[in-house]
T-cell receptor
């Protein structure tokens, strides 16, 4: 069974700092990987989707990379802002059983003004 | 375009009661699914549907039923609520194997 791990569980940084969130998965047979943002008491908002054939995706200040062979993905946030404070979740869609997304438990990010 | 909507936002049940969590999407997505989110655990798939009239079990289906009579709606039924079903429930939809869109969630407390 696919296992997804996100370390650290929580992270605090001062405003303006660049930061990296990590996601690792145990089975490299994936179709794609998706990064989500979750605000307290809210649903999940999709940030970036990386197909298994891609190495990275960018959206504004966010850049997600994927190294499928090593089972790792990173989410890079440039020039962090207090509004970036949220929990960030990564999820992988396997090649087999592709109707399921396997989620990590998330990294709770706090950006201090 | 409302995306994925869920009702109610919050519900308290007594053990043994039944209820239906509603989910609707207006994006004409063929795939819909229900997840539950518990502290310290990632979201886990309960049931999913690949189109109207077609449903299947996910990772944690016990105690839940679903049906898909239309493309837009995918209700989740709790047959006899148990305290272990206290959780936050998310409905999601997608087209193909692309971006998954989530609803705002339903917080359920079973006493």
């Amino acid at each position: 069974k696919q296992e997804v791990t996100q370390i650290p569980a929580a992270l605090s940084v001062p405003e303006g700092e660049n930061l990296v969130l990590n996601c690792s998965f145990t089975d490299s047979a994936i179709y794609n990987l998706q990064w989500f943002r979750q605000d307290p008491g809210k649903g999940l908002t999709s940030l970036l989707l990386i197909q298994s054939s891609q190495r990275e995706q960018t959206s504004g200040r966010l850049n997600a990379s994927l190294d499928k062979s090593s089972g790792r993905s990173t989410l890079y946030i440039a020039a962090s802002q207090p509004g970036d404070s949220a929990t960030y979740l990564c999820a992988v869609r396997p090649l087999s059983g592709a109707n399921n997304l396997f989620f990590g438990t998330g990294t709770r990010l706090t950006v201090i003004p | 375009n409302a995306g994925v909507t869920q009702t109610p936002k919050f519900q308290v049940l007594k053990t043994g009661q039944s209820m239906t969590l509603q989910c609707a999407q207006d994006m004409n997505h063929e795939y819909m699914s229900w997840y539950r989110q518990d502290p310290g655990m990632g979201l886990r798939l309960i049931h999913y549907s690949v189109g109207a009239g077609i449903t299947d079990q996910g990772e944690v289906p016990n105690g839940y039923n679903v049906s898909r009579s239309t493309t837009e709606d995918f209700p989740l039924r709790l047959l006899s609520a148990a305290p272990s079903q206290t959780s936050v429930y998310f409905c999601a939809s997608r087209s193909g194997r692309e971006t998954q869109y989530f609803g705002p969630g339903t917080r359920l407390l079973v006493l």
